[in-house]
């Protein structure tokens, strides 16, 4: 079973993760690491989302699918 928060597909990550993932309670903090994680945020993510210092705010219903998505397109999020 491949884990959510771990890498798959292509993403360089020998040199660490494309994104950070926190659990804050009823929402999550999703921050962009890399380049590759700032450009998915702007083509998979509303433009309207919104920006907590240098992270998006998630709400934990939507987390999973958007994680998924993110592993799907071979980049790596770090718990």
């Given at each position: 079973?491949?884990?959510?928060?771990?890498?798959?597909?292509?993403s360089p990550t020998e040199f660490?993760?494309?994104?950070?993932?926190?659990?804050?309670?009823?929402?999550?903090?999703?921050?962009?690491?890399?380049?590759s994680g700032r450009s998915w945020i702007e083509?998979?993510?509303?433009?309207?989302?919104?920006?907590?210092?240098?992270?998006?705010?998630?709400?934990?219903?939507?987390?999973?699918?958007?994680?998924?998505?993110?592993?799907?397109?071979?980049?790596?999020?770090?718990?």
């Amino acid at each position: 079973m491949i884990d959510a928060f771990q890498s798959s597909g292509t993403s360089p990550t020998e040199f660490g993760p494309d994104f950070r993932c926190e659990n804050h309670g009823s929402i999550f903090l999703l921050t962009p690491l890399t380049q590759s994680g700032r450009s998915w945020i702007e083509e998979n993510l509303p433009s309207d989302v919104q920006w907590f210092g240098s992270g998006v705010v998630i709400e934990h219903r939507y987390i999973w699918r958007i994680l998924e998505g993110i592993q799907n397109d071979g980049l790596a999020v770090q718990a």
